[in-house]
């Protein structure tokens, strides 16, 4: 399915647990609206590698906003080839290795932290006319007046068997890590992970990707067309 009538403007946020799709189908998405792709997840992602490599401990939240906001963050929202560096330094392999994946909810639980991240995600999306911009607080939080709103979501099995697809990791141990970080990102006193009110669920079990991309579509179509 293609978009009926490409919109001069659009913003699509795209909410949900780790495994559920997010990041593939944005990307899909983003390049089927010819806009821009933009994975906030990745930016908590590259501030705790930034954390990590200074060896800075995850349980002091002062020393973590500080390295935080002293990190210079190189963003690329090309939806065919997104990248990130942190300080100069590439690290799309490195934020998505077990030592970031184990620390980032930790990070990402930091008030100013969020702050200051939601603040450049912010002028990412003003910046750009059509962009898709996945995460755990894009509808609620970041950006609250998007086109359209969709929560994706998929069984605790589905997600599993899709992340350890991706890394070759056990599919047991990789559900039992989802779940914890489940359960620290939805517990968190700030902006935690959570349904917007008015966004639209969609769960993507037994969904293969181009079908998940079509589903969307229609509901964009729908959007834009009123």
């Known amino acids: 399915m293609e978009l009926q009538e490409r919109p001069e403007t659009c913003v699509v946020a795209v909410d949900g ?3 559920s799709g997010k990041s593939t189908v944005s ?19 590259a501030v705790t590698w930034a954390v990590l490599n200074a060896g800075v401990d995850l349980g002091d939240p ?4 500080k390295i935080a906001l002293e990190t210079e963050l190189s963003i690329g929202t090309d939806p065919l080839a997104p990248h990130f560096a942190a300080n100069g330094t590439n690290v ?4 998505r290795g077990a030592e970031v994946t184990g620390a980032v909810s930790a990070v990402a639980a930091v008030p100013s932290v969020r702050k200051h991240l939601v603040t450049l995600q912010k002028a990412i999306i003003d910046g750009h006319p059509r962009i898709i ?4 607080d894009i509808a609620a939080v970041v950006a609250p007046d998007a086109d359209l709103k969709v929560y994706l979501t998929a069984s605790a099995a589905a997600r599993a068997a899709r992340r350890s697809g991706e890394n070759g990791s056990d599919v047991a141990a990789t559900e039992a890590d989802l779940a914890r970080r489940d359960k620290l990102d939805s517990s968190r006193a700030t902006d935690p992970l959570r349904q917007a009110s008015d966004a639209l669920e969609v769960d993507t079990t037994g969904m293969g990707i181009d079908e ?15």
Do not use: C, F
Request: proline share 2%; aromatic share 4%; hydrophobic share 45%.
């Open 27 to 45: 990307r899909r998405l983003a390049a089927a609206v010819e806009g821009v792709y933009l994975d906030t997840g990745a930016m908590y992602r």
């Open 133 to 136: 911009v996945e995460g755990r």
């Open 17 to 19: 647990p780790s495994g």
């Open 212 to 226: 998940v991309v079509a589903h969307l579509l229609h509901l964009l179509n729908s959007k834009v067309s009123k």
């Open 92 to 95: 799309d392999e490195a934020i």
């Open 62 to 65: 002062d020393a973590i906003a």
